[in-house]
């Protein structure tokens, strides 16, 4: 049953790829920042399909809307390397600024925005000419980017400053700045946009913001040292990786309430959710291993080896 | 110039504060020893967080709230230097604890790139730790994992506070500690 069902899959595949089409998706793209590497998974198979040397301690992914390209920060390399996603090659390497560590690109593939730990600053960078085109004044010690679903909006974690910054896209100067929980680092929207949630690393807590007046609307509390965020079943829930607890946190974002913790493997960090929207993969550093959850049945469904120091900071899916 | 400006900030909390450094890349310990006693009596020797008597390079430690969550242990080492630490997870049944660094004495002061820089007993910055004991049989494994920057949080580092010294202080210390520790218990 099991082959019969395959070989059509494989045509398929294969007919796409003689095609030059994008690759068929989804995979996830991990970076390993002590190998100096990032693993590529297959999302089907749920396994690594290739690692590609990268240097700079690779740590921040972004990955192009199209899927043909994958943005990696490398903070030693003071910026990002290009991956492509087809030929699994670094195309370039592009020097942003000292501290580069968080990294998103927009929605249309034009930008890609860079966040500078050291200077406190969002480099915003041509993704056709990959040249900082403008550099943004935000918060202390930026860290987690996202990019609202109309493009309109860049919202930047400042860790130092306990807050998180509203950049119009349009203008690229800052429109409002809200105070939320102690060293917010990751960050996610709601896929209408609505609303925000932070990691808040020093309060163990998330906190809930309300996008178009920058309010909190509530603060939710998790593990120890919760790192990032990510949300799934139709943004119904948020899951939150808690580094000391080597554990993920699950709340039901009607509620507010913690439903679940789930014991994933040890430092969990980046995550980021599969295009099914039902599954969740979690970069654990200390065991270079990355976890697929079930955002349904609230279980690890599958662990995959990855190489040493596995962060994956940002949204690490093509789509 | 700039460089000084953003120097004092980071200098300030180095010692004091956690998770203050995302600059440098974070590092790790993982050492592992199997000792030839039962897991119930390794443990019996460890699971006193406020007893660090095992470890070598302690001379005394004292301890304010025993193996309760947040519970600050002083550990004096045989220099005189002084590491503070604060539980943060333990879990008798998995005979396992975790626990993080909050302060450090200073064990000397270099001047590197102008400036003085004043080097912690243990070469690290963010540190956190955990150990436990995995029974193996009549035998037991005993893991040590450590993870933590180099203590030089802005970039350029010398070499006495990189990451090389920070990871050769930390494996050094959990390599003797768990030779010592097979010692005790293996008597």
């Not at chain 1, 899959?9 to 089409?21: D, N, R, Y």
């Not at chain 1, 943004?136 to 930026?142: A, C, D, H, L």
């Not at chain 2, 450094?21 to 406020?50: C, F, L, M, S």
């Amino acid at each position: 049953m099991l082959r019969l069902k395959r070989i059509p899959v494989t045509l398929a595949v294969v007919t796409v790829l003689g095609c030059g089409a994008s690759v068929a998706a989804p995979f996830a793209y991990i970076s390993n920042q002590l190998d100096d590497s990032v693993s590529i998974i297959d999302a089907e198979k749920r396994t690594v399909i290739d690692t590609v040397k990268l240097a700079g301690k690779p740590a921040g992914i972004a990955v192009a809307p199209a899927g043909d390209k994958v943005y990696v920060s490398t903070p030693e390399a003071h910026g990002f390397s290009v991956l492509d996603t087809k030929s699994h090659s670094v195309l370039n390497k592009v020097i942003v600024s000292e501290g580069a560590l968080g990294i998103a690109v927009d929605h249309e593939g034009q930008r890609i925005y860079v966040a500078d730990w050291y200077n406190n600053t969002v480099s915003v960078v041509s993704a056709k000419t990959l040249e900082v085109t403008k550099v943004v004044t935000v918060g202390e010690s930026p860290s987690g980017l996202i990019v609202s679903p109309d493009n309109r909006w860049l919202y930047v974690a400042n860790r130092g400053s306990d807050s998180v910054s509203k950049v119009s896209t349009e203008t690229l100067t800052v429109k409002k700045t809200t105070t939320v929980g102690k060293h917010p680092f990751g960050i996610i929207t709601t896929q209408s946009g609505d609303r925000l949630y932070t990691a808040n690393v020093e309060s163990d807590d998330v906190t809930v913001l309300d996008t178009a007046s920058m309010q909190p609307i509530a603060s939710i509390k998790v593990g120890i040292l919760p790192y990032a965020v990510t949300l799934a079943l139709n943004d119904s829930r948020l899951l939150v990786t808690n580094q000391t607890d080597n554990t993920v946190s699950v709340i039901d974002t009607e509620t507010f309430k913690q439903i679940a913790v789930i014991e994933v493997g040890e430092k969990p960090e980046g995550i980021s959710t599969h295009p099914d929207d039902r599954h969740v993969y979690v970069a654990n550093w200390f065991d270079s291993t990355v976890s697929v959850l079930d955002a349904k049945t609230l279980t690890v469904v599958d662990t995959i080896k990855a190489g040493e120091g596995t962060r994956a900071f940002g949204q690490f899916f093509s789509k | 110039m700039k460089k000084n400006l953003l120097f004092l900030p980071v200098l300030m909390f180095a010692f004091t504060s956690a998770a203050n450094a995302h600059g440098p890349v974070r590092q790790k310990a993982d050492e592992e020893i199997t000792i030839n006693a039962p897991a119930a009596k390794v443990w019996g020797i460890i699971k006193d967080y406020g007893d660090m008597s095992w470890l070598p390079a302690v001379k005394n430690t004292t301890v304010d709230k025993g193996n309760e969550i947040g519970s600050i242990r002083v550990l004096t080492l045989q220099d005189g230097g002084t590491i503070t630490e604060e539980l943060k997870k333990y879990d008798a049944d998995k005979m396992a604890y975790g626990y993080k660094i909050t302060e450090m004495s200073t064990a000397k002061t270099i001047t590197h790139a102008g400036n003085e820089e004043k080097v912690p007993v243990l070469p690290v910055d963010n540190y956190t730790a955990n150990i436990g004991v995995e029974a193996k049989g009549d035998t037991s494994v005993v893991t040590w994992k450590g993870a933590y920057y180099r203590a030089y949080t802005n970039n350029n580092p010398p070499a006495e506070m990189n990451e090389d010294a920070a990871n050769k202080a930390v494996a050094d210390v959990f390599k003797a500690g768990l030779a010592n520790l097979k010692t005790l218990a293996e008597k």
